[in-house]
């Protein structure tokens, strides 16, 4: 069965961090673009940043650009997101996503994990 | 960034009509466009992709087409399941998603 399951979401200090964990199963994790999307309370979803199949790029909404580092472990079969500087407004459900082609640029997202939830409050 | 915007915000319809759910882009995405339902206490699920076609295990029921900037997702017949919030997202350059459409029941 494909598969995605979050974890690392807990309540965090503003200005604080935290370090989101992704493992995926049941496909070749390898040849995937895989991404990060949140959906803050009563609001919709945000696309976060997303890691290429290939290592070679990784890219950022504006809202968390040089405060939050996507990485991936292709040995195991994870994806992280690493969270600095933390503001009350990255609370959110996080979701991990899968990009729907193989050894591709961005795509639609055929597999979601269930999500794990992030709230920064003092 | 390209600026997703759907209409309207909230849609009434009675069950078994038919449902039609609008997107814009602010600028040419060509057909990288996808559609999502998302409810409560679930993932987001995958609708459509390439603008118009329906991904694996989705009823017939639902189709999307249009091209460029404009985009337009179809529910043909409304069951109680299809009562949901509804994101249209564009892949041509990074990712954005539309602020969502929730389909309600009249």
């Known amino acids: 069965e494909v598969q995605l399951v979050e974890s690392g979401g807990v309540v965090a200090q503003p200005g604080g961090s935290l370090r989101l964990s992704c493992v995926a199963s049941g496909f070749n994790f390898d040849d995937y673009m895989m991404h990060w999307v949140r959906q803050a309370p009563g609001k919709g979803l945000e696309w976060v940043a997303l890691f290429s199949w290939d290592g070679g790029s990784e890219y950022y909404a504006d809202s968390v650009k040089g405060r939050f580092t996507i990485s991936r472990d292709n040995s195991k079969n994870s994806l992280f997101l690493e969270m600095n500087t933390l503001r009350s407004e990255d609370t959110a459900l996080y979701y991990c996503?899968?990009?729907?082609?193989?050894?591709?640029?961005?795509?639609?997202?055929?597999?979601w994990g269930l999500g794990t939830m992030v709230i920064v409050s003092s | 960034e390209i600026v997703m915007t759907q209409s309207p915000a909230t849609l009434s319809v009675s069950p078994g009509e038919r449902a039609t759910l609008s997107c814009r882009a602010s600028q040419s995405v060509h057909r990288n466009l996808a559609w999502y339902q998302h409810k409560a206490g679930q993932s987001p699920r995958l609708l459509i992709y390439g603008a118009s076609t329906r991904a694996t295990g989705i009823p017939t029921r639902f189709s999307g087409s249009g091209s460029g900037t404009e985009f337009t997702l179809t529910i043909s017949s409304l069951q109680s399941e299809d009562f949901a919030i509804y994101y249209c997202?564009?892949?041509?350059?990074?990712?954005?998603f539309g602020q969502g459409t929730r389909l309600e029941i009249e």
């Open positions: 996503a899968k990009n729907r082609a193989a050894v591709a640029g961005t795509d639609a997202f055929d597999i």
């Open positions: 997202q564009q892949y041509n350059i990074w990712i954005t």
